[in-house]
């Protein structure tokens, strides 16, 4: 008999941990990898890196660990933010309360006695006060039902599921099918590596130079003297990390002038070029003039113009799929050993044993890689039978797209919380502030009821339809919805159309869920 289950042990179900020992509360967290870390822990291809910055993407609940922690560059590689977290799991002692290697399958809600019974793959079957979903919006990865992958003679991989023990691709043909953040990363560093790196592109992407570089101590020493106010303003900021924004219209200032910024922002690399102006991401015209700029960009790194042309994306508005960062993507397509094959224009028709055939050629090849994404935000929750009143499953509940309280709770589903949930800023900012922000809130709800001698806690449908419209009614004032992204689930066939994260800006949001709080949690019901 626990006091909660905690579900993933990436960020979130670290450091949902950490505060629930805090309570006193009886925690046990399962994990399917053999490590901590999550994303961290299975996104080892060859490049991965964050792409907001390290003196960011760290945690701050710890003055102690942000004051010790040593960032060695701008935008941290893999194995360092893996470190990282593996420090953190020893420093506050957490392995303890982790089960590794074990997937949880089932959640059920028993009505009568206010609890879940959750059962795994190793047939532990656990009771818990709490169910806590720490399960990741990128963490249910995605290889494409391509006809014929189990013919393929060579070896294939998903960056989202590396081999721990890495990839020497040297004198080898690879096939790098996806052209998203993932691929992004990795293509530069596989083309130096491989005979020949074939590059299946079907959309092309806005990418914006990351600009690495070691961490400039200077900056470290000006960060950490103020970190309580930097981390302050972060929390308050839109995205959850502070950028230089602008209070203009992209169309109310000279193009030289313009064109000056967009230098300036590309020249400082990283995210935050979308917030040049105020209306980059709600005005079409505003957004032309910033994916133009990137279109030259393009034109005057990559030499061939009819190549260059290709790698120009065209048809959704520039800041609507997740802008990537890369060091050198555009420019390793100046390498006789690469080859871009447009599948838009010529799909994919199968894997053969010798490679990618499309409809036009087929590619022969050694290994392909798939950087084909994540069945973002709903993928590892609907991967579990979870059954709330009445035997209600989240497949049900969520049939017509994800319906949440705030992302953070279901109708339906009492003393159930989904951690950076559909419905919450989570994928549309820094998500470790966003965790932060969400596992404060939950402990704190979880106390409240203690005290109260509550023992159930659960949204209301109507206040989960009035959130479900207010985050749609925000999502389309934005160009957001023009893109056939993962944020509207349109990569995953079948996969309802919905803009799924809150868009309403991270600082907003956190003072919605604090009013919520100090209203007695207003929109949810309470039982005694
Ligand atoms: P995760 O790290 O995804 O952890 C979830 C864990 O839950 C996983 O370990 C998984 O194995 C486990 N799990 C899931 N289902 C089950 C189950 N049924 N039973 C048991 N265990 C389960 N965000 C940023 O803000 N900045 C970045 O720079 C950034 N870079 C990224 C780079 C990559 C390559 C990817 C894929 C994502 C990136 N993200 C970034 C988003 C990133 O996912 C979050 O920042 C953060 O790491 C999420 O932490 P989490 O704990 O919520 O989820
Ligand atoms: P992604 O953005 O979803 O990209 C997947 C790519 O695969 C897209 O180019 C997609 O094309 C292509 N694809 C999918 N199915 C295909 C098919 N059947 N045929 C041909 N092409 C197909 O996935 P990701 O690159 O792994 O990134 C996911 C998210 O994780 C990012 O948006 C970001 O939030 C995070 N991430 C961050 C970083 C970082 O820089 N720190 C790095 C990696 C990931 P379409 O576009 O046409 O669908």
Known sequence: MLDAVVVGAGFAGLYMLHRLRGLGLSVRVFETGKGVGGTWYWNRYPGARCDVESMDYSYSFSDELQ?????????????????????????????????????????????????????TDRDDRVSARFCIMATGCLSDAQVPDFEGLATFAGKWYHTGRWPHEGVDFTGR??????????????????????????????????????????????????????????????????????????????????????????????????????????DILTSQDANDTAAEFFRAKIRSIVHDPALADRLCPTDYPLGTKRLCVDTGY????????????????????????????????????????????????????????????????????????????????????????TITGPGSPSVLSNMIVSIEQHVDWIADCLASLRANGHAAIEATA?????????????????????????YMGANIPGKPRIFMPYIGGVGVYREKCDEVAARGYEGFALTA
């Not at 957490?94 to 609890?115: K, M, N, P």
């Not at 313009?258 to 105020?278: C, I, P, Q, V």
């Not at 409809?359 to 991967?383: C, K, Q």
């Open 330 to 417: 555009y420019a390793t397509f100046n390498r006789d050993n690469v080859t871009l094959a447009d599948v838009r224009k010529a799909p994919i028709e199968a894997i053969t044993a010798r490679g990618v055939r499309t409809r036009e050629a087929e590619y022969a090849v050694d290994a392909i890689v798939f950087a084909t994404g994540f069945d973002a935000m709903t993928g590892a929750l609907l991967n579990i039978n979870i059954r709330g009143r009445a035997g209600l499953t989240l497949q049900d509940a969520w049939a017509a797209g994800p319906r949440t309280y705030l992302g953070i709770a279901v109708a339906g589903f009492p003393n159930l919380f």
């Open 173 to 278: 043909r690879v096939a790098v099918i996806g052209t998203g953040s993932s691929a992004i990363q990795s293509i530069p560093i596989i083309a130096k590596q491989a005979a020949h790196v074939f590059v299946f592109q079907r959309t092309p992407n806005y990418s914006m130079p990351a600009q690495n570089a070691p961490l400039d101590p200077g900056y470290e020493r000006e960060v950490k003297a103020n970190y309580a106010e930097f981390r302050r303003q972060a929390r308050e900021s839109r995205v959850g990390f502070v950028v230089d924004r602008s209070g203009d219209s992209a169309l109310a200032v000279p193009p030289d002038e313009r064109r000056r910024e967009y230098e300036k922002r590309w020249a400082r690399g990283g995210l935050g070029f979308s917030a040049a102006y105020t």
């Open 462 to 486: 109507e206040a989960q339809e009035a959130w479900v419209a207010h985050v749609n009614e925000v999502g389309h004032t934005t160009l957001y919805p023009r893109a056939k992204s993962w």
């Open 67 to 119: 004051q010790e922690w040593r960032w060695t560059e701008r935008y941290s590689a893999q194995p360092e933010i893996l470190k990282y977290i593996n420090h953190v799991a020893d420093r506050f002692d957490l392995r303890r309360d982790i089960q590794f290697e074990t997937r949880v399958a089932s959640a059920v809600f028993d009505e009568a006695t206010h609890r879940w019974t959750i059962q």
